[in-house]
């Protein structure tokens, strides 16, 4: 019949064109995944970087910003971290195992020596001492640490004087992963310096300077008051 209305649709039809072209391309799509990507981790940098600006900023300024014909007195090193792989075990001198990870959240001023600690030895822990508390309203920023590098007995004489340190024992092979002396040294010649992050940072020479380790540890004090606050 002539009147009869054809069932084919129309490719002018509106219906049709709106279900066709309504629906996103593909390409289109993973382009927005591909932004919500970018933005995520754009989010994770600007994180990351709110939280490590106080340390960047305050070695910066030590290390960078110093006042010309200013020098540190200790060795910069590159910064190495103690190794908490399991591969650096401490024990106590009670003989229980203390981890690694422990050290962490707190500045270091270390000494290494075997236990029987003859007259040398005596006189870097005095100076140890000495010098965390020349530190004054900041000494609590800083813990001694008297690594033992035998199982020789310490005397009794020497243990009031460690009651607020740490003293650990630790294998010198395993040490060596973490703490080294300058060439032509014995590792017990020097004081270390550690930063909260665990990562050892300076050397201070043999037969130190104690008024110019003192002026070291200030400034680093100085540097870092912002962002480090005493005890762990």
């Not at 070695?59 to 971290?81: C, D, I, K, M």
């Not at 650096?88 to 990870?101: E, I, K, R, S």
């Amino acid at each position: 019949m002539s009147s009869a209305v054809s069932s084919k649709p129309s490719a002018n039809d509106p219906l049709l064109q709106l279900s066709v072209h309504s629906l996103p391309a593909a390409d289109q799509a993973r382009q927005g995944l591909d932004q919500r990507t970018r933005r995520g981790r754009l989010k994770m940098l600007l994180v990351w970087l709110v939280c490590a600006a106080p340390v960047v900023a305050s070695y910066f300024t030590y290390y960078v910003l110093r006042p010309q014909g200013r020098s540190n007195y200790g060795e910069l090193v590159a910064p190495r971290s103690v190794p908490t792989d399991g591969s650096l075990a401490f024990t106590d001198l009670q003989g229980q195992a203390v981890p690694a990870a422990a050290l962490k959240g707190q500045w270091l001023l270390v000494t290494v020596a075997g236990g029987a600690c003859d007259a040398a030895c005596e006189q870097r822990l005095y100076l140890q001492r000495q010098l965390r508390e020349m530190l004054g309203k900041d000494k609590d920023r800083v813990d001694r640490v008297w690594l033992i590098t035998d199982q020789a007995p310490v005397r009794g004489a020497l243990l009031p004087a460690l009651q607020q340190a740490w003293s650990l024992r630790v294998s010198p092979e395993a040490l060596s992963r973490w703490l080294q002396a300058a060439p032509g040294q014995a590792t017990s010649s020097h004081f270390y310096l550690v930063d909260p992050r665990g990562d050892w940072m300076m050397r201070f020479p043999a037969q130190a300077d104690v008024n110019r380790v003192k002026k070291d540890l200030l400034r680093l004090m100085k540097a870092n008051e912002s962002w480090d606050e005493a005890g762990r």
